[in-house]
């Protein structure tokens, strides 16, 4: 498994924009496929976005297509999740998680390991 550590959420006014960063422990970031998925209060964990170990496979959740962006940089074995035009509805506590490649991006339950979560707030 891979140990994840979030960062960079905070309030953020409506139409504002947010880049959230996980940081990844060990030598073996590379190997696995990365995941966001977010819960806001009275909700399951939902998936956000996800990215494939070289990058070239990326996908969004409907929800947050055209305005999130994801991205790693395995030399520095980060992952990135750029917010833009942010919505009321995306207020949550953000999750960083990682998989082993071969299974589906939206399932929380292929993924090994998660990020304790940061929490992002979108006013109005």
């Known amino acids: 498994q891979v140990q994840l550590v979030e960062s960079g959420g905070r309030l953020v006014q409506a139409g504002g924009s947010l880049r959230l960063s996980c940081a990844a422990s060990?030598?073996?970031?590379?190997?696995?496929?990365m995941g966001w998925f977010r819960q806001a209060p009275g909700k399951e964990r939902e998936f956000v976005a996800g990215i494939s170990t070289g990058g070239n496979i990326i996908t969004y959740a409907d929800s947050v297509k055209g305005r999130f962006t994801i991205s790693r940089n395995n030399a520095q074995n980060t992952v990135y999740l750029q917010m833009n035009s942010l919505k009321l509805e995306d207020t949550a506590v953000y999750y960083c998680?990682?998989?082993?490649?071969?299974?589906?991006?939206?399932?929380?339950?292929?993924?090994?390991?998660w990020g304790q979560g940061t929490q992002v707030t979108v006013s109005s």
């Open positions: 060990g030598r073996t970031f590379s190997d696995y496929s």
């Open positions: 998680a990682a998989k082993v490649p071969g299974s589906s991006y939206p399932n929380p339950s292929n993924y090994n390991s």
